[in-house]
């Protein structure tokens, strides 16, 4: 009974803040904001008893994306790291480890301080050892330069704000609607976090940042008291310190140019690319997010081993509830090469994610990867691979 009552009320939350703004995720365009995510997760895996030796096997990566954008200019840098680690039963078994990291850079400048056209300039680089090797192989560098147009823009800050009201609604300390005016002006708010934390300090800006919330609130006519309360405040840091909002991003981006690898992983290839690159977002409702992300790169010099390579990955995000969140991906990669077999590699996963306290969540996802045929380091396999993983992941930022 208490479960249907619940469900009810709910229902009448969302309800009440549907029918009081008509408000939607691609209505936040404030291009002045910024975006960071870091992870650190990992599992392991340890037997002992009836075998020669104690065996283990253990995984861990980290991962950390930021995004700076201003009128005139868009900074995005990411960097992708992990170790895998193993030991047999049997004596004559040695310990193995194998790990990559990867990094890029993109720089945006916007020609007319606007959402179209712009240049860029990037890099990208890699660093790997695979478990098989002695030694590692030599860096990867590139740089690329070219033009594009069009522009992401981050939502994330209006997604928290809906969170913020619903959840102030369904505790009646806001018993007004919040006009799509305020609800912008709270999110944007929420998006000057990292100002606040510069201009008051890490240890005093919350109160300032929380204050300023309530102002927002309060000029929208949500508020009827003086403010928030106590209770309020508590509730606004729960879900902004405790909770994780996916993030929302709505748009699109392309952009062409050449590249030149500087350093290769076999220490030969340095060769000259034509590139082009595409990306897409797009929030679907308040409770998911759908992104997609193509490149291709064309080699120029005819005598190297590969044609071009192409790479597109989907990302579909659902928030089941506050804590939990079902996320899915699919990847396919194919590598067209001069002499030899063509080489495609595909991988699909979906899994849940349950937020604990402390930014820890536990993760369960289920993975299939299949490569279709046999060049440079690529392998391939005649079924599907599957890989149940379940562990913690912490969040770092």
């Known amino acids: 009974m208490k479960r249907i009552k619940l469900s009810i009320t709910t229902i009448g939350v969302l309800f009440f803040i549907n029918s009081a703004s008509a408000i939607e995720m691609t209505d936040y365009k404030v291009i002045e904001g910024s975006y960071n995510e870091a992870y650190v997760n990992g599992a392991l895996t340890v037997e002992d008893g009836n075998q020669d030796q104690t065996s283990y096997n253990g995984h861990v990566d980290a991962d950390l994306k930021s995004i700076y954008t201003t009128a005139p200019y868009s900074l995005e840098y990411g960097l992708n790291g992990n170790l895998d680690f193993d030991r047999g039963a049997n004596d004559n078994d040695d310990s193995e480890d194998g790990y990559s990291t990867t990094g890029y850079l993109n720089f945006d400048k916007y020609l007319k301080n606007d959402d179209t056209y712009f240049v860029y300039g990037g890099t990208d680089v890699g660093y790997r050892k695979t478990k098989t090797a002695d030694d590692a192989d030599d860096p990867y560098f590139k740089v690329k330069a070219g033009a594009g147009y069009g522009r992401m823009y981050d939502a994330t800050p209006l997604a928290k704000a809906i969170r913020i009201v619903e959840d102030l609604t369904n505790y009646k300390i806001i018993k007004k609607p919040v006009s799509d005016e305020g609800m912008i002006a709270l999110a ?66 392309v952009r062409g140019g050449v590249g030149q690898v500087i350093s290769n992983y076999d220490g030969e290839s340095e060769s000259t690319t034509a590139d082009a690159e595409f990306d897409y977002g797009l929030p679907v409702g308040y409770q998911s997010q759908f992104t997609e992300r193509a490149t291709i790169s064309k080699v120029l010099d005819n005598d190297e081993a590969i044609d071009f390579q192409f790479e597109n990955q989907m990302n579909y995000t659902y928030e089941l509830s506050d804590r939990i969140d079902w996320e899915n991906s699919f990847d396919i990669a194919f590598d067209k090469y001069n002499h030899g077999e063509n080489v495609t590699s595909t991988g699909i996963s979906t899994g849940f994610r349950y937020y604990l306290a402390n930014r820890l969540t536990f993760d369960t996802t289920l ?16 079924d599907w691979n599957t890989k149940l993983f379940t562990g913690v992941r912490y969040r770092l930022k």
């Open 367 to 382: 993975s299939l990867t299949k490569t279709d045929g046999t060049n440079g380091n690529s392998i391939e396999t005649p």
């Open 188 to 253: 944007k708010v929420i998006d000057l976090e990292d100002e606040y934390k510069s201009k008051y300090s890490l240890t005093e800006y919350k109160k300032y940042w929380y204050t300023d919330m309530e102002k927002a609130l309060k000029e929208s006519g949500a508020i009827e008291k003086d403010s928030l309360g106590a209770f309020g405040i508590v509730r606004i840091n729960e879900i902004l310190d405790l909770e994780k909002i996916s993030a929302r991003f709505h748009g699109w981006k």
